[in-house]
């Protein structure tokens, strides 16, 4: 039938209307066939509906649970639950055996002294009262040799030298554009999150 009604067209338009209709079947969607006595694949296929691989449900036993991933077994990696009640097997995991020497240290501790007697703690107190501003923890760690966390330990600020570098502040901070402000914010919210150890 297709036939006769291109037998009175011409060879170019009789190649245009073939090429139309295998287009035309080409397009139509792809249905794939329903087995109903599929066999099984050696392994778990993921397009299979009854062997598929996406359907497993594994059968836990009943109690606590250790799945350790596929590797060799260590003490190290295995909870103390789960070691046997032998007490070389839990000695070694309390107390592990080095095979070298420890890396370097990233940083050299400053050495610690206690060469600070009452006599320097109470020049130290004097200094700090007489002139808060040139006995900075600074200049009074450095003319004793010791850190700014023991000048602040020992001889704290008063009221008036905290209300003063706190005024002192509340001007710097008046002259902070948007940025600065914003970006300090978020370091005190990051700080407090920090301080949260949630």
């Known amino acids: 039938m297709q036939t006769r009604a291109l037998a009175g067209l011409s060879r170019r338009a009789v190649d245009g209307?073939?090429?139309?209709?295998?287009?035309?079947?080409?397009a139509k969607p792809f249905v794939a066939k329903k087995y109903k006595n599929a066999t099984p694949t050696p392994f778990p296929t993921k397009f299979h509906p009854t062997f598929s691989a996406n359907n497993a449900q594994p059968v836990l036993p009943v109690g606590l649970t250790f799945n350790p991933p596929p590797a060799a077994p260590s003490p190290y990696d295995t909870p103390g639950l789960f070691?046997?009640?032998?007490?070389?097997?839990?000695?070694a995991v309390v107390?592990?055996?080095?095979?070298?020497?420890?890396?370097?240290a990233l940083t050299t501790p400053a050495p610690k002294g206690y060469h600070l007697g009452e006599a320097d703690v109470a020049e130290i107190r004097r200094l700090r009262a007489a002139d808060p501003v040139k006995n900075s923890r600074t200049a009074l760690a450095a003319q004793f040799k010791c850190s700014p966390f023991f000048i602040g330990m020992v001889a704290p600020a008063s009221e008036e030298r905290k209300d003063e570098m706190a005024k002192r502040l509340s001007a710097i901070q008046q002259s902070w554009g948007p940025l600065r402000r914003k970006a300090r914010l978020?370091?005190?919210?990051?700080?407090?999150?920090v301080?949260?150890?949630?």
């Open 17 to 26: 209307a073939r090429r139309a209709q295998s287009t035309a079947a080409a």
């Open 83 to 91: 070691l046997p009640a032998d007490e070389q097997a839990k000695r």
């Open 95 to 104: 107390t592990p055996a080095l095979d070298g020497p420890l890396p370097p």
């Open 186 to 193: 978020q370091r005190q919210k990051r700080r407090e999150l």
């Open 195 to 198: 301080a949260r150890d949630d």
